[in-house]
Structures are given as structure tokens and as C-alpha cells.
């Protein structure tokens, strides 16, 4: 079966498919082609590809492709009926996508729909791996913009205190910021609405900050519960007491399928010292601080620093693509079974868990979103959305 790899569009550095993983998915029985320039962003040449066994194509070509793996959605208008394509392309707040695939009979495998408490899962889970980046990333881009140094220093010309950076959330990203800042030499603060989180946060260096009344708000999938209003405000004002003197403060709180919710109100920017940094991860669905700009830096009137870069793996593209190939192949290849994609109702990660199991999440399926003009029968919460 011909594979395609697509140049992604303007604003996305990252390739699907990395060379390294081209031998693997040759001897799996796919032939792999690679749209001219798709990987250079990434550190990867057409030769290099072309060294691996892969070939170098135009774009036509590539996405004439039976399957095409890609980090976003291609153009459905560029696709033709019976064509599949792995890619993230967030169901839930892109609708419309669903319905082009659908008219289109294009089969979409939605990676960012990855039932992520499986253990076969993890090897493919795109949503982990990139997340483990951006929370990196994010860090840093802290550390880029604040006026002193991280970590304390002792020297003749006196003593410096280390940062004190505040992480809003312990999922992957905060888990791997909270262990970034530790590494840097900062002091690390972290919360998160789930009370199991503190084991995790303490096990990475950071100190838990315990909001009074908090219990475990998570969902069937691991991620956190929408919460009422009473006690966002509740969280909110305890988490931004104690980064009312940090020097880094990084947001994380996403919810699944919904806008970020607000952990940092424009109230609670106006008492930050002079000098803080926020680094707003989710200012493309909405922003965790309310006054987030997207893809803009700047600087408040009382001299907060906003960072509202979006797409952090991106900014990593080497590594990041390295990530999500191996997810990628990972997954494709668990399904491919002579020479034809093996799209089984049995298979966990396409369809979710079955009913019984702890792992059935009532309404969800998995990263199989529609097939032939038709939503995954599993998939009754976005049916509800895309009807």
C-alpha cells in the first residue's frame, strides 16, 4: 500500500513520517512517498528520505495516496473518495471537518482521539508525546523572557535567589514543566483540580498547592473534569495568591473538546510583580489567561510579560516529528495485515473499549471517527456535535 507524507501547511514545521521510520514501515509492506520539501522544516532533506527507500514526489502524487499520515487534516477537497488519513484533527472543536470527511467517504483516524488509558495505546498516544514537549518548551520560553536567572547562585558580587515558577496543572505538560523548572534550579509550585496529582507533582520536585474542598476531578479518560463556576473562582484565587510573587508562571489546563478554561484572570495579572512571566500553553483554544493575545508576546502596563506562542511542539520540530512518527508508526502498522488496512471492530484504539470493560468510556470510541459517509457508531458525543 502507497503511504503519503505531505508538506503541512504554512505554520506547522513539524513532518508526519521522519526518515527513521521509513524502514520499518517499508517492511511492514508499504511503499512510502514523500511530497518534495515535507520534512525540511524538520531537519530532514528529500535525499535523506530518498537514502532511507522512500521516494520523492510532487504533492499531487503524495496525496493521491490510498493512505495519507499527516499531522493536520489535508484540504478534504485535494482527497477522493475511499482514501483514509491518520492525522489530529480535534473532532470536537473542528465539526466541520467531520462533515467534509463524510461527504467526501474519506476514512479519518483522529490520533488526538487515542483512548490514552490503554496500555497498548501508549506506544501511539500523539497527545502524550507532544505534550511532553510543549510543558519542556514552555519552560524555557519562561526562562527566555524574565529578567533574572533561574537557579541560585552564590559569587563574590553577592547571592541571587532562585525563580520561583508556578505550574497551573500536572497532566503530561505540567509534569514535564514542573520537572524542567526543578532541573533549572527553580523553586516549583504546581496545582491541579485532581487531588491525585499531588504524589505525581511531588515526585518531580515541585510543592502542592492544595485548594480547601478540592476532590478528584477527572473523567473516565484522565483528563479534568469541568468544574462549577464557584470553585474555578476558588481555585483561581488560591493558586494566584501563591504567583503573586512568582517569576514564572506557566498554564496548562485544557479540556477536552472545550475552550481553555480561565485559571488566571485579568484581576489577578494586575497584582503579579513587575517582571513575572505567564506562558499561556492553550491560547489556541481560548487562552488560560484572560488576557492572552494568540501567537504574541507582550508586555502588560504593570510590566507582566504574556507569552501566547501557540503550537510549542512545532517550535521543536526535530524532536517533536521524531515523537509523532513513532506514534504514527507505531499505529499504522499494528493495523496493517496483508497489504490491507485491518479496520476491526475488535481493535481497542479504533473503536474504544467495549461495555464491561474499565477502560468504556460511555459515548467515546477511538481515533476511528467516520468510514463510507458514516460516524463510528461509538462515537455518539461528536455525532451529537457534527449533527
Do not use: W
Not at 504546581?190 to 515526585?203: C, F, L, N, P, T
Request: overall charge negative; charged content about 20%; aromatic content about 4%.
Amino acid at each position: 500500500m502507497r503511504l503519503g507524507v505531505l508538506t503541512e501547511p504554512e505554520g506547522e514545521n513539524r513532518v508526519a513520517i521522519v526518515p527513521n521510520s521509513v524502514k520499518k514501515l517499508a517492511k511492514s509492506g508499504f511503499e512510502v512517498i514523500v511530497e518534495s520539501g515535507a520534512g525540511r522544516l524538520a531537519g530532514h532533506s528529500d535525499a535523506e528520505y530518498e537514502s532511507i527507500g522512500a521516494a520523492v514526489v510532487t504533492r499531487d502524487e503524495a496525496i493521491a495516496a490510498p493512505l495519507i499520515i499527516a499531522i493536520a487534516l489535508p484540504d478534504v477537497n485535494e482527497l477522493t473518495e475511499g482514501q483514509t488519513v491518520a492525522c489530529v484533527a480535534d473532532p470536537f472543536r473542528n465539526p466541520e471537518v467531520v462533515r467534509d470527511c463524510l461527504s467526501a467517504g474519506i476514512t479519518l483516524l483522529s490520533m488526538d482521539m487515542i483512548p490514552r488509558r490503554l496500555s497498548r495505546a501508549q506506544s501511539m498516544d500523539v497527545n502524550s508525546s507532544q505534550d511532553n514537549l510543549a510543558g519542556y518548551k514552555a519552560v524555557l520560553l519562561g526562562a527566555s523572557h524574565v529578567s533574572k536567572s533561574i537557579p541560585m547562585m552564590t559569587t563574590s558580587a553577592g547571592t541571587v535567589r532562585p525563580a520561583k515558577f508556578v505550574i497551573m496543572g500536572s497532566g503530561v505538560a505540567g509534569l514535564q514543566a514542573i520537572a524542567t523548572a526543578k532541573r533549572l534550579g527553580a523553586i516549583v509550585y504546581a496545582s491541579d483540580v485532581r487531588k491525585s496529582a499531588a504524589e505525581q507533582i511531588e515526585s518531580v520536585g515541585g510543592r502542592f498547592i492544595e485548594v480547601e474542598g478540592m476532590d478528584d476531578f477527572e473523567d473516565e479518560s484522565g483528563y479534568a473534569k469541568p468544574l462549577t463556576a464557584e470553585f474555578i473562582q476558588k481555585v483561581n484565587d488560591t493558586v494566584c495568591a501563591v504567583a503573586q510573587d512568582a517569576d514564572i508562571i506557566v498554564t496548562t489546563a485544557r479540556i477536552f473538546g472545550r475552550p481553555a478554561p480561565i485559571t488566571v484572570p485579568a484581576s489577578a495579572v494586575a497584582d503579579f510583580r513587575a517582571g513575572a512571566v505567564i506562558v499561556d500553553m492553550n491560547a489556541d483554544v481560548g487562552g488560560n489567561c484572560e488576557l492572552t493575545r494568540v501567537d504574541e508576546i507582550y508586555t502588560t502596563d504593570n510590566g507582566v510579560t504574556i507569552v501566547g506562542t501557540t503550537n510549542l511542539p512545532g517550535t521543536m520540530a526535530t524532536t517533536s516529528s521524531m515523537f509523532y512518527s513513532n506514534n504514527l508508526t507505531n499505529f499504522i502498522t499494528s493495523i496493517f495485515n496483508e497489504g490491507e488496512l485491518d479496520i476491526s471492530e475488535d481493535d481497542d484504539v479504533l473503536v474504544g473499549a467495549p461495555d464491561g470493560s474499565d477502560f468504556h468510556i460511555p459515548g467515546m470510541g477511538g481515533v476511528l471517527i467516520c468510514m463510507a459517509g458514516e460516524i463510528h457508531h461509538k462515537q455518539t458525543r461528536l455525532a451529537g456535535v457534527v449533527n
